[in-house]
C-alpha cells in the first residue's frame, strides 16, 4: 500500500512540474527590450532580401573612432511575439472571453524575440560554445504538428541533440570550405552563413513567422581604447551585457557542452527536479511547496487555538539566541517573533514556513534576526573545535576547472554545512536592497563600532567596475562583509574582483574619513592583527553562555508564571488538596469498619457469655442420675438444651474467630494503609504548599530581576494593539546581550578565517576556488562545486540572486545542497520560479503578500488552461501562473496562517500574517486596511496624520482627478507631464498618500 501511496505522490508531483515545463516552453525571450542601443553598445538588423550588403557592416561596424569592439552578439530568426496568440485557433473551447479580459489586463504580447544568439569575437567569429537556442519556436512548431500533450523533456532533449549535430556539422562545413582556414584559427561569419543558420534553426524547429522579419540582429560592444589593446581581454564574459535591464543573465555560458536555453529561466531547473522525483529524491521544501495542507491541518491564528499556539511559540525559551545589530530598545512584534520562533523551532527537520508581510510590517528586519540567529549556530559548532583546521574533513584536495586551471581547496567538515543563506526574488531590487544594505552602517545601531571584514566590505562597496573608487557617506560605508549581490554573471564577475583583485592604491584621494584604507580579501588576511581563533571561541563561549543563562531566566519566570501567578494557592495545591481529602475519607472508613468489626466481635461475645451463663445453670439443674438412664422426659429435654447451647456457643466462637481473623487480617492493615496514606497525603500538601512559596519567592525575585516583563493574561489580549506592537518578554538588557552574541559570532568566524586563510592554513585555495567559480569557471567535476560555495558562505554568510539567475549561479549543486533560502516579495513571482531554489535548499522561508502586485505573466490563457487540463492534477488551474503566485503555494502549505474573505467563496488562505504596520499614514493606512485586510493590521506608528501639512498640500488629504487621452493601453500623457493641479478637470489626484494597498484581482 504504501509503495502505490508513493508512485502516486511522484505522479502528482510529476504532473505539475510537467506542467509548468510545457508553459515555460513558450516563454518569449524579450530581443526587442534587449536591443538598445546605448553607451557601450549599438545595433543593426539583417534582412533577407538585403543580407550580404548588410551583412558588410559585421566586417565594418561603425563605432565612434575612439572606440574599439570588444564582442558582437548575434540574434538568429527575429519573430514577433505574438506569434505565441496564433496558438488559441489550437485549443478552441479551453478559454472564453473573460480569460481574453485577463489577457488584456495582465499585458499584450508585443515586440520581438528569436530563435537563437550567438556570441562572436571582436574580429567576428563565432564562439560556438556560447550558442544560446529558445525553446519557443521549437514549442510552436511541435504544438501545430503534434499538439500540446507531445511536449516533454525528453521530447526537447532528442531535439537539442539533433539541433547540436546540425551545428557540429556546420562547423565542419565551413571549416571546410573556409578557403583561408589554418589550423587552430577560425574565420569571422559571413552572409551566407547567417542565412544557413537562419534556415537550419527554421527546418529543426518546424516553424517559420508568418510575419516578414529580419534574419537576424547584431548588437555591437565597445569601449575606449586604451593605451596597450593587447592587454584587454576579448572575452564577452567580461563586458556588461545588458547594463538597462534589471537582471538579464549574460547569454554567454560558461564553458560547457551543452546548448544553453536563451528563453527561460527555469525550465532547466523544473528539468532537475523532475529527475530527482523520479529517482525518488524529493527535497521536502519542494514537496511541501506543491503539497497544500488540509484544511483540519491548518492552525488559524485568530482563532482560540491559534491564539494558543502563538503563546507556546512565542515561550522565552524558543527565542532566536543570535539578535541583528539594532538598538536594545527596539523590539519585534508579536507575529514577527512568532515567525522567527515557528520557522526555526522545528531544527531536525526540513520544512517550509511562509510569512505574510504587507508593506511596512518589517519583513526585512524580521530577516536579519534569521540570519543573525543561523550565524551564531554555526558558531557555536566552530566554537566546539580544538584548533582552526578541525573545521576541514581530511586533506585539501586538487580540483580541475573547465579552463584546465586547478586549485586545492579543503572540504568542510557536515557539522558546518546547512547553514549557507541566500536571498531569492523575482524582483531584482528586492534582492539587492537587502544584501546591499544589511552592510550599511545605517543598518546597525548608531552606538555600534562592531566591524567584520570591514576593509574587504568597504572596497566591495567603493569600487567601481573600471577599478576606480567613490567616497561613500557615514551612513553607505560598510560595517561588515554580512552579504553580497550575486545573481547575474556581471555581478559575480564584479564582486570577485573587488573581493580579491583590483587592489587600491595608496595615493591619498579620495580619503576614507578617518576609516581604513579598503582591501583585497587576501590583503585583509595579511594584515590581520584581531583575535586568535582560541581567544576568539572563549569570547564566544562566554557570550553564549551568558546568554543561554538570562534567556533560562525569562523561560524559568514564563514557566512559574504560568504556573503561579493566575492561580491561587488553593488552585496550586488542588490535586494534593484532593488527594488528601480523598485518603482521610479512606481513613474514616478503614476506621468505621474496624470499629464494625470490633462492635460485632462484642456482641458475639455478649452472647457467648450469656450462653455460657445458661450452660452453668443448666448443669446445675441437671436430673438425677437414675432419671438420665431411665431417659425420661425431663432428661431428654435437659439433653436438647444442653445440646442446643453447645451448638449455639460453637457458632459464636467460630464467628468470633472469622472476625478476629478479618480484622488482625483485612481491617487492621486497611486502617494502617490508610493512616500513612493520610501522613503522606498532608506530607505531600505540607510540601506543595513549601513550593507554592518557593515559587512565589522565585517568581518575585525573578520579576525583580527581569523588570517584571508583562504577557496577557488571556488570549483575546493577543488582539490588542499594544500587544502586538511589543510582543512578548523584549527586555533592553537581554537585546543587548544577543547582539553581543551575534558580534562574537563574527569575530569567531573572522579569527577562524584568518588562521586558515593564511600561508598553509588549509583554506587559501578556496578563496582561489571562490574566484573561479565567481567567473563562470566551473569546476570539471560537480561535486565540488558545494565545497566552493560553501566556503564563500563561510566568509559572506548571506547571498543574494533573483530566480532569473538561481539555476545558472547555482549550477552544479545537488538538492538539499543549501541551508536556508529566503524568498522575498513571493507575492510577485510566478509559481514555477521558485523550483530550483527549493530544490536546492534544506529549509525555506517565502515572504509576500498575494494582496500587492500580482506576478507578471503574458502567455495567453487558452494555452495556460489547455496544459493545465492535461493532467488532473492540474486542471482545477490550482497550479496556473496566471492565478496563484509562489506566495499563494507556500501559503497553502503553512499550517499556521488565517483566511482572508475575498471574491472566491473559500476565501484566501495565507500563512502566518505580520500585522503591525510602520511605514504609511491615513488616511491610506484605514483604507487600505479595510479594503485588503479585515481591518487586522495595525498602526504602528507614533501619529496617524502627518506631522505638519506644507505646500502644496493643505489640509486632509484629497482625490484630483486629472483627466487625458490614454497612450497604449495605460499611461495617461497628461498625467505624466502635469506638474499643476490647476486644471479644471482635477479633481482627483491623491495628495498625502504615502503608501497605498491595492486588493488582489479577481482570478476567476
Not at 562574537?744 to 578556496?766: Q, Y
Request: proline letters at 4%; one cysteine or more.
Amino acid at each position: 500500500m504504501q509503495v502505490d501511496a508513493d508512485r502516486a505522490e511522484r505522479e502528482r508531483l510529476l504532473a505539475i512540474l510537467d506542467f509548468w515545463h510545457k508553459i515555460e516552453f513558450f516563454i518569449p525571450y524579450d530581443l526587442s527590450s534587449r536591443l538598445v542601443s546605448g553607451d557601450g553598445r549599438t545595433v543593426f538588423w539583417l534582412h533577407a532580401k538585403t543580407l550580404l550588403q548588410d551583412g558588410a557592416a559585421l566586417s565594418r561596424p561603425v563605432i565612434p573612432e575612439e572606440k574599439q569592439i570588444t564582442g558582437f552578439t548575434l540574434f538568429l530568426g527575429v519573430f514577433s511575439k505574438s506569434e505565441i496568440a496564433d496558438i488559441r485557433r489550437h485549443f478552441e473551447g479551453v478559454a472564453g472571453d473573460m480569460a481574453e479580459y485577463e489577457d488584456a489586463e495582465r499585458g499584450d504580447l508585443d515586440g520581438d524575440s528569436c530563435f537563437a544568439s550567438l556570441q562572436l569575437t571582436p574580429l567576428g567569429e563565432p564562439m560556438f560554445e556560447t550558442f544560446s537556442v529558445s525553446t519557443l519556436p521549437w514549442a510552436l512548431g511541435r504544438v501545430r504538428k503534434s499538439g500540446l500533450a507531445s511536449l516533454s523533456h525528453e521530447a526537447f532533449a532528442a531535439s537539442k541533440r539533433q539541433l547540436s549535430e546540425l551545428l557540429q556539422n556546420f562547423q565542419a562545413q565551413r571549416q571546410l570550405t573556409s578557403s583561408s582556414f589554418e589550423a587552430g584559427a577560425d574565420q569571422p561569419i559571413d552572409a551566407a552563413e547567417i542565412l544557413t543558420l537562419n534556415e537550419l534553426l527554421c527546418d529543426w524547429a518546424g516553424f517559420v513567422s508568418r510575419e516578414e522579419k529580419p534574419v537576424a540582429a547584431v548588437e555591437i560592444r565597445y569601449r575606449d581604447r586604451v593605451e596597450r589593446p593587447d592587454l584587454i581581454s576579448l572575452q564577452p564574459q567580461q563586458e556588461d551585457q545588458a547594463a538597462h535591464a534589471d537582471d538579464q543573465e549574460d547569454e554567454s555560458a560558461s564553458v560547457e557542452e551543452d546548448i544553453g536555453i536563451l528563453n527561460s529561466f527555469f525550465i532547466e531547473d523544473i528539468e532537475r527536479a523532475m529527475i530527482c522525483i523520479k529517482q525518488g529524491n524529493v527535497p521536502e521544501p519542494l514537496r511541501r511547496y506543491l503539497t497544500p495542507l488540509a484544511d483540519e491541518k491548518r492552525i488559524d491564528l485568530y482563532s482560540q487555538d491559534g491564539r494558543a499556539a502563538i503563546v507556546r511559540a512565542l515561550h522565552p525559551g524558543n527565542l532566536n539566541r543570535g539578535r541583528w545589530l539594532s538598538e536594545p530598545h527596539l523590539a519585534m512584534s508579536l507575529m514577527q517573533q512568532f515567525a522567527i520562533n515557528s520557522a526555526i523551532g522545528d531544527r531536525l527537520e526540513t520544512r517550509l514556513f511562509s510569512v505574510n508581510g504587507p508593506p511596512g510590517t518589517g519583513k526585512t528586519t524580521l530577516l536579519r534576526d534569521m540570519f543573525a540567529d543561523n550565524i551564531v549556530r554555526r558558531a557555536r559548532v566552530l566554537a566546539s573545535l580544538e584548533t582552526a583546521r578541525d573545521a576541514f574533513d581530511g586533506l585539501p584536495r586538487r580540483v580541475t576547472f573547465a579552463d584546465r586551471s586547478s586549485a586545492s581547496i579543503s572540504a568542510l567538515i557536515p557539522a558546518l554545512t546547512g547553514f549557507e543563506m541566500v536571498v531569492a526574488s523575482s524582483n531584482n531590487a528586492a534582492v539587492e536592497n537587502i544584501s546591499r544594505d544589511l552592510p550599511k552602517q545605517s543598518a546597525i545601531a548608531k552606538s555600534s563600532s562592531f566591524r567584520y571584514l570591514q576593509t574587504v566590505a568597504h572596497k566591495i562597496a567603493c569600487q567601481k567596475d573600471n577599478g576606480g573608487v567613490i567616497r561613500l557617506s557615514d551612513s553607505d560605508r560598510p560595517w561588515g562583509l554580512i552579504a553580497c549581490a550575486l545573481g547575474n554573471s556581471r555581478n559575480r564577475r564584479a564582486f570577485k574582483e573587488r573581493f580579491a583583485f583590483m587592489e587600491i592604491t595608496d595615493r591619498s584621494k579620495p580619503g576614507w574619513s578617518g576609516a581604513e584604507k579598503p582591501q583585497t580579501i587576501w590583503e585583509w588576511l595579511k594584515s590581520y592583527e584581531g583575535a586568535t581563533f582560541a581567544e576568539a571561541s572563549a569570547a564566544f563561549h562566554a557570550a553564549d553562555d551568558v546568554v543561554r543563562g538570562k534567556i533560562g531566566q525569562y523561560a524559568r519566570y514564563a514557566d512559574l508564571r504560568d504556573e503561579i501567578a493566575l492561580v491561587t494557592q488553593d488552585a496550586f495545591c488542588r490535586e494534593t488538596l484532593e488527594k488528601l481529602a480523598a485518603a482521610a475519607d479512606e481513613l474514616r472508613h478503614a476506621q468505621n469498619r474496624c470499629d464494625e468489626v470490633a462492635a460485632e466481635m462484642g456482641r458475639i461475645k455478649q452472647s457467648l457469655s450469656s450462653l455460657m451463663e445458661e450452660q452453668q445453670l443448666l448443669d446445675r439443674s441437671a436430673p438425677a442420675r437414675w432419671k438420665r438412664v431411665l431417659a425420661t422426659n425431663p432428661a431428654r429435654r435437659h439433653r436438647q438444651d444442653v445440646a442446643a447451647n453447645a451448638r449455639q456457643q460453637l457458632e459464636l466462637r467460630k464467628a468470633l474467630a472469622e472476625c478476629e481473623d478479618r480484622l488482625a487480617k483485612a481491617e487492621k492493615p486497611a486502617l494502617e494503609r490508610a493512616l500513612r496514606a493520610h501522613d503522606q497525603a498532608a506530607r505531600a500538601l505540607r510540601s506543595r504548599r513549601k513550593i507554592w512559596i518557593a515559587k512565589t519567592e522565585e517568581l518575585e525575585r525573578l520579576g525583580a530581576i527581569l523588570g517584571h516583563p508583562a504577557a496577557p493574561e488571556r488570549l483575546a489580549d493577543l488582539d490588542s494593539a499594544q500587544v502586538q506592537i511589543d510582543g512578548f518578554w523584549h527586555q533592553d538588557e537581554l537585546a543587548a546581550l544577543r547582539s553581543a552574541l551575534f558580534e562574537a559570532a563574527l569575530t569567531l568566524h573572522e579569527a577562524w578565517l584568518a588562521e586558515v586563510g593564511r600561508k598553509g592554513g588549509g583554506f587559501g585555495g578556496n578563496i582561489v576556488a571562490i574566484s573561479k567559480l565567481l567567473s563562470n569557471n566551473n569546476p570539471v567535476d560537480d561535486k565540488h562545486v558545494a565545497s566552493i560555495w560553501q566556503s564563500l558562505f563561510m566568509i559572506v554568510p548571506v547571498v543574494s540572486t533573483t530566480f532569473a539567475s538561481f539555476a545558472r549561479q547555482f549550477r552544479g549543486l545537488e538538492a538539499g545542497s543549501i541551508g536556508w533560502v529566503f524568498i522575498d516579495e513571493a507575492g510577485q513571482a510566478v509559481p514555477q520560479a521558485a523550483v530550483g531554489a527549493l530544490l536546492r535548499a534544506r529549509r525555506a522561508m517565502v515572504i509576500g503578500d498575494p494582496q500587492q502586485i500580482e506576478p507578471v505573466f503574458t502567455l495567453p490563457s487558452a494555452l495556460i488552461g489547455a496544459a493545465s487540463a492535461l493532467s488532473l492534477h492540474t486542471a482545477a488551474g490550482q497550479y496556473s501562473p496566471n492565478r496563484v503566485s509562489v506566495q499563494m503555494l507556500a501559503d497553502a502549505a503553512n499550517r499556521y496562517g488565517t483566511t482572508l474573505q475575498d471574491e472566491e467563496a473559500d476565501g484566501l488562505w495565507i500563512g502566518s500574517p505580520l500585522r503591525v504596520h510602520r511605514r504609511c499614514i491615513d488616511p491610506m493606512f484605514s483604507l487600505a486596511n479595510q479594503i485588503a485586510y479585515q481591518n487586522k493590521m495595525i498602526f504602528g506608528l507614533a501619529e496617524r496624520r502627518p506631522a505638519g501639512d506644507a505646500p502644496p498640500f493643505y489640509g486632509d488629504s484629497a482625490w484630483i482627478d486629472v483627466k487625458g487621452k490614454v497612450s497604449g493601453k495605460q499611461a495617461v500623457r497628461s498625467r505624466r507631464t502635469s506638474s499643476s493641479i490647476s486644471s479644471p478637470r482635477a479633481t482627483a489626484v491623491p495628495v498625502h498618500c504615502r503608501t497605498s494597498t491595492s486588493s488582489r484581482r479577481s482570478r476567476k
